[in-house]
């Protein structure tokens, strides 16, 4: 068995899929440029741009409708951010680099010699493109049903950073969502020498301090601010 042949068997076992028709999932592993360099296996077009068509707008459904379901208490901003946190090219890439995408992938002589099966574009690509030939090969619950728990264990790790949006925007969107305002902020203090200024900040909801912060740089103050209010945005800052 050649190694191309073994390391589309290692792809599926990571998968627990096997294609019915093994020629999608070479396609999607199929990089334009080797497809230019070997047109006599399927000309310069047989490559995977296509099939990355199709995985990203399937992917983007359904993950779409996963976070729709599971976090009913997000309104579409924060769904909105969490998606696209979810299929970002380096999350993506992560997901390729524990399917062994990588391994697999057919690229040019010259792609190849620059690193391109460990590049994070590439890497992506290669992903929405197995993502679409899976969908073509077995339907939407195949694709959901082998990529769900990854998606589950990454967006519990965003979550729990609060990576996808940050403090300011999180409060803006409480505090206008729930009261009909929008925060301000100001810097009530600074000291220390210009070199190790720090710095204090408030965010107000009208005339009220929703919350106080502190920082090395007034960005950094203001987000303090934010996150000191967002533990508190269950008072009522109302006039």
């Known amino acids: 068995m050649d ?3 073994t390391s589309l068997q290692k792809v599926q076992a ?10 999608l999932l070479e396609l999607a592993l199929t990089h334009p440029s080797y497809a230019h360099e070997h047109p006599e296996q399927g000309g310069e077009e047989h490559h995977n741009q296509r099939l990355e068509f199709l995985g990203d707008a ?3 459904f ?3 409708a996963w976070l729709y379901r ?6 579409e901003g924060p769904l909105t951010r969490l998606r696209a946190t979810l299929v970002r090219t380096t999350t993506l890439a992560d997901l390729a680099e524990e399917l062994e995408l990588g391994q697999a992938l057919r690229l040019g002589r010259g792609e190849e010699e620059s690193g391109g099966d460990a590049r994070p574009a590439n890497l992506c690509d290669a992903l929405e493109a197995t993502v679409g ?6 339907g939407l619950d195949v694709v959901w049903s082998r990529l769900e728990s990854w998606f589950v264990g990454r967006v519990d790790m965003i979550l729990e950073a609060e990576s996808y949006v940050d403090a300011k925007s999180r409060f803006q969107e409480w505090a206008q969502g729930e009261l009909g305002k929008t925060p301000a902020y100001q810097i009530i ?3 220390g020498p210009d070199h190790a200024k720090i710095f204090t900040a408030q965010v107000l909801v009208g005339q009220q301090v929703a919350g106080e912060g502190v920082g090395a740089s007034k960005r950094m103050a ?8 967002l533990t508190k945005a269950r008072e009522d800052f109302r006039d």
Do not use: S
């Open 3 to 5: 190694r191309n042949a």
């Open 70 to 75: 599971t976090y009913q208490e997000f309104p």
């Open 62 to 64: 359904l993950v779409a």
């Open 189 to 191: 203090d600074e000291e």
């Open 133 to 138: 030939a899976l969908y073509l090969d077995g």
């Open 58 to 60: 399937v992917l983007d």
């Open 14 to 23: 990571n998968l627990n899929y096997t294609f019915h028709n093994p020629a």
């Open 222 to 229: 203001e987000q303090a601010a934010a996150r000191a209010a």
